[in-house]
């Protein structure tokens, strides 16, 4: 058992998280300032004897502080995502997701913190050009003119400090690369494409398509991520490492629009818009992102597996009991 802080633990990936920690008896503080997240999240463990709540920013120094006294082991979460959020708030992006990072690392590698692991995200990649990405590529990041790869660059230095940390102190650092989670509890507000097509379809339609839908992404579970994320900070052997965190099946972004349809109502129309309707002048998107998940499946001795059919109907059930539909 040990003490655990949460930060970003009321939001969709922090939630499960969260769940799951509680679940093996550890003591848990979540911080979060529910910017993304929601108190609703926590609902079923609200009254758990090993949970505390705080709700606040981790950008505000002090109360980090508080939140991390006497934590054993970090899970740090929070940060501005969403490509649309950080599309259109590119200063919020970096000051959130650098400085109190730094801050947290800095307090760990003083303490008594054992692990800490550090959520970054397939967006570090950047425009990556190859098949399935390996935690060793390089970086292939858009101009500085284009606010979506502040998100992807700001996680990297995060990166590269905690990197730092663990090289020049010792401290337990493991980094997921977290490749497109979804489930229930995801929001669209913030961009997310399952969610946004779910309630779409739901709601009689039309299913809104970006460009003409060739992308390709690869959804995994959240209640799989989570798995993968606990049994990595149980592995001694994981400190010092990269790991991508995410499923590998391929799909285009049509394709996933027609099997939310084919699910809900095949009748629904799908509407294709171009990217500066959907984001703003200046946006470039990622065309293929698909991870290669040896390293993790070595160290969790596990990785998302789930297939689409399986995540499609556990986030349509959990946003029809939402609607109340
Ligand atoms: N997308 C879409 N319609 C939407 C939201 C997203 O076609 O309503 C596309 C988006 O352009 C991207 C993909 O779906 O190519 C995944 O978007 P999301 O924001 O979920 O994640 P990303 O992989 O871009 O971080």
């Given at each position: 058992m040990a003490k655990c802080l949460v930060t970003g633990g009321a939001g969709f990936i922090g939630s499960h998280l969260t769940e799951r920690l509680l679940s093996q008896n550890h003591e848990v503080v979540v911080l979060d300032n529910l910017s993304?997240?929601?108190?609703?999240?926590?609902d079923a463990v609200r009254d758990h004897p090993n949970l505390t709540i705080r709700s606040g920013s981790i950008t505000d120094s002090v109360l980090l502080g508080e939140a991390a006294h006497g934590a054993e082991v970090i899970y740090h979460l929070a940060a501005a995502v969403g490509v649309k959020l950080v599309a259109e708030d590119p200063l919020r992006t970096i000051e959130t997701n650098i400085y109190p990072t730094d801050q947290l690392l800095r307090f760990a590698a003083q303490g008594n913190v054992r692990?800490?692991?550090?959520?970054?995200?397939?967006?570090?990649?950047?425009?990556h050009p190859g098949d399935a990405w390996v935690e060793d590529d390089g970086l292939y990041f858009g101009p500085t003119s284009r606010p979506r790869w502040a998100y992807g660059c700001s996680?990297?230095?995060d990166e590269?400090?905690?990197?730092?940390?663990?090289?020049?102190?010792?401290?337990?650092?493991?980094?997921?690369?977290?490749?497109?989670?979804?489930?229930?509890r995801q929001v669209g507000n913030y961009g997310?494409?399952?969610?946004?097509?779910?309630?779409?379809?739901?709601?009689?339609g039309p299913v809104t398509v970006y460009d003409d839908g060739s992308q390709v992404r690869c959804f995994g579970h959240v209640s799989e991520v989570v798995d993968c994320v606990y049994s990595l900070v149980e592995n001694d052997a994981s400190a010092g490492s990269v790991f991508n965190i995410g499923s590998n099946q391929a799909v285009s972004i049509l394709e996933l629009a027609q099997a939310v349809i084919d699910k809900i109502d095949p009748?629904?129309?799908?509407?294709?818009?171009?990217?500066?309707?959907?984001?703003?002048?200046?946006?470039?998107?990622?065309?293929?992102?698909?991870?290669?998940?040896?390293?993790?499946?070595e160290f969790a001795g596990q990785r998302p597996a789930m297939t689409l059919d399986r995540i499609l109907d556990d986030v349509i059930a959990w946003k029809k009991a939402e609607l109340s539909l």
């Open positions: 993304t997240g929601r108190d609703s999240n926590l692990k800490f692991f550090l959520a970054s995200t397939s967006e570090v990649y950047g425009k996680k990297a230095i590269f400090l905690a990197l730092a940390y663990h090289q020049k102190y010792g401290l337990g650092v493991t980094i997921g690369r977290f490749f497109n989670v979804v489930g229930p997310m494409v399952v969610p946004r097509f779910v309630e779409s379809a739901l709601k009689g009748d629904i129309e799908i509407r294709f818009i171009p990217y500066n309707e959907a984001y703003g002048a200046d946006f470039e998107d990622v065309q293929r992102r698909v991870p290669n998940t040896d390293r993790l499946y």
